[in-house]
C-alpha cells in the first residue's frame, strides 16, 4: 500500500472528528471559530484548482458556505458525513460556484469580447492574446445566444415573467436577461431606468435569473 492511500483516510477522520467538535460549540464563539480555522487550514490545499480569474471570489463564496452550513445550515445543507468526505462536499459547492460565474462571464461576454485582443508588449511588437484561452474548455457558440434569447423571450411556463423584484413586476427574470445577453445594457443604466440601486438589481439577477439561465443552459447541453 503506498503512503499516499495511508494520507488520505487519516485526513478525513480527523477533519470528521474536527468536525463533530466544533459544532458542540456555540456558533461565532472563538471555540468554534478556532475548529473552523484548523479545517479550512487542512482542506484548502486538498481543494479543486484552476487558474480563472474568479477562481478567488468562488473560493470566498466556499469558505463562508462552510462556516454557515457546516453545522447549521443557515444557507444551505448542513453538510452530511454520510454524503461524503468535508472535501468532496466543498468542491462540490466550489464547482457550482466556478460553472456560475463562468456562465455569467461567458454569457454576458460572449460577443460582446472580440475573440482576439490586440496587446503590445513592453519591446513594441503587439501580439494578439485570446481570452478564449483562459476559460475552461466548453464550445463558445454564437447560437447559444440565439437559444437563449427564444427562451428568454417566449418564457412558456411564465415562470421568468412571475419572477420580480419585490412590488415591481416590471423589473422580473425575462426583462433582466434579455437586457443582459449581448450586447448588455449596463447595471448602471438599468439601475437608472428602473429607479433601482445597481446592488438591489444585481444582487436579484444573482439569485434568482442566473440559476434559471443555468438550468437552462444545463438541459440544453451547453454546459
Known sequence: MSHHNLVKPKLDEQLKYLVTQACRYQPGSPQRQKLLTQIIRLTSNKLWRESTPYYQDALQQTWLYFCRNICEGLTGQTYDPTYGTVITWLNAYLKRRLQDFYLNQNLERATTVPLGIRQSTSDGISQTIDPVDNLP???????????????????????????????????????????????????????????????????????????????????EGFL
Not at 148 to 162: P, Q, V
Not at 169 to 178: F, G, R, S, W
Not at 182 to 207: A, M, N
Open 137 to 219: 474548455a466548453t464550445p463558445q457558440a454564437p447560437p447559444i445566444l440565439e437559444d437563449l434569447e427564444i427562451w428568454a423571450k417566449t418564457d412558456s411556463e411564465g415562470e421568468l415573467r412571475r419572477t420580480c423584484i419585490k412590488g415591481r413586476p416590471d423589473v422580473n427574470c425575462q426583462v433582466l436577461i434579455l437586457k443582459r445577453l449581448p450586447p448588455e445594457v449596463s447595471w448602471k443604466e438599468l439601475s437608472k431606468d428602473f429607479g433601482l440601486s445597481i446592488p438591489t438589481l444585481s444582487s436579484f439577477y444573482q439569485r434568482h435569473c442566473l440559476p434559471r439561465l443555468r438550468k437552462f443552459a444545463e438541459l
